[in-house]
């Protein structure tokens, strides 16, 4: 599968960004998505992941209340709603594909087979 992130920008502290995931192929609904992002200078690190079926949600405990992760397999894409964004979010956001089989939830980068491109979000103060 094939992963196209996009959504990102520039956006001021307590606005909103939506950023879209489109998988291409037949197969997207195998696939459990998880959404991770890097800031300059750190890791990788866990934002957020659905389950194939879109019936489980796991997300990083300081995000959960502001990110909302949701997906239409009959649209082949996965949202990341972000709400009350505040400067230390500003990363570059990848989403990415854990096979169905595979365990979920799982936080780790590793686990996930294919990846997007990434897509830059920008918070200013």
């Known amino acids: 599968v094939q992963l196209q992130a996009s959504g990102g920008g520039l956006v001021q502290a307590g606005g909103s960004l939506r950023l879209s995931c489109v998988a291409s192929g037949r197969t997207f609904s195998s696939y459990n998505i998880g959404w991770f992002r890097q800031a300059p200078g750190k890791e990788r690190e866990f934002v957020t992941a659905?389950?194939?079926?879109?019936?489980?949600?796991d997300y990083a405990g300081s995000l959960k209340g502001r990110f909302t992760i949701a997906r239409d397999n009959a649209k082949n894409t996965v949202w990341l709603q972000m709400n009350s964004l505040k400067p230390e979010d500003t990363a570059v956001y990848y989403c990415?594909?854990?096979?169905?089989?595979?365990?979920?939830?799982?936080?780790?980068?590793?686990?996930?087979?294919?990846w997007g491109q990434g897509t830059l979000v920008t918070v200013s103060s």
């Open positions: 990415a594909a854990n096979p169905r089989g595979g365990i979920f939830p799982t936080r780790t980068p590793a686990t996930y087979a294919f």
């Open positions: 659905i389950a194939w079926s879109g019936g489980s949600t």
